[in-house]
């Protein structure tokens, strides 16, 4: 079965701080991966995505993620955080089997809290 | 246009007392989803959709139940709740062949006593 592994539960930086976030999935086809971001209070939204292509990904807000085929991974990086970046933070898997995406396979999130 | 809608926000339930989670779209989604999110594991799938008529089950469907008339909706109900059944839920919605349009509703969050 498809899991997906973030290592990181709870991270506490100080704002310009630069983040990594670790995403480490568990399937040998074909995927699609995702980075989202819940803030307190709201619903999950889309950071990022990655289907085929450049593996080097950009999303919203500065955020970046590149996928490592040979290492099952799919890192969240920023440069520099900003407050307004404290919130949980989910890696999401869809994997491929003969064109049925429709189940998104979530890791167990990382909450992250970047001081002022 | 609303997107996706979840009522109740909240709601607080006895141990074996049923109810129904509304989830409504108005965005012609075939692909309809159930999670719940609870502190430490993330979202896990409950059950899924991919369009009226058809469900399918996630990673815990079990004490829930699903049904699929119509596109628009797709109510989930817990026919006995149970304090395990304390949880977050979201419904989420896509378009076949373009995962990266998911929308995820506001969420209903339920207590169990």
């Known amino acids: 079965a498809q899991s997906v592994s973030q290592h990181n539960h709870h991270v506490i930086l100080s704002e310009a701080a630069s983040l990594e976030l670790g995403c480490n999935y568990s399937?040998?086809?074909?995927?699609?991966l995702f980075w989202y971001v819940q803030y307190p209070g709201q619903h999950l939204q889309l950071l990022l995505k990655y289907f085929s292509g450049d593996p080097l990904v950009k999303g919203i807000k500065g955020f970046e993620a590149e996928f490592i085929k040979s290492k099952f991974s799919f890192n969240l990086r920023k440069p520099s955080v900003q407050w307004s970046d404290t919130a949980e933070y989910f890696c999401?898997?869809?994997?491929?089997?003969?064109?049925?995406?429709?189940?998104?396979?979530f890791g167990t999130g990382t909450l992250l809290a970047v001081q002022p | 246009n609303a997107g996706v809608t979840q009522t109740p926000k909240f709601q607080v339930l006895k141990t074996g007392q049923s109810m129904t989670l509304q989830c409504a779209q108005d965005?012609?989604?075939?692909?309809m989803s159930w999670y719940r999110q609870d502190p430490g594991m993330g979202l896990r799938l409950i059950h899924y959709s991919v369009g009226a008529g058809i469900t399918d089950q996630g990673e815990v469907p079990n004490g829930y139940n699903v049904s699929r008339s119509t596109t628009e909706d797709f109510p989930l109900r817990l026919l006995s709740a149970a304090p395990s059944q304390t949880s977050v839920y979201f419904c989420?919605?896509?378009?076949?062949?373009?995962?990266?349009?998911?929308?995820f509703g506001p969420g209903t969050r339920l207590t169990v006593l």
């Open positions: 989420a919605t896509w378009f076949p062949g373009a995962p990266d349009t998911q929308y």
């Open positions: 399937y040998g086809g074909t995927v699609n």
């Open positions: 999401a898997v869809n994997a491929h089997r003969g064109g049925a995406t429709n189940k998104l396979i």
């Open positions: 965005m012609n989604h075939e692909y």
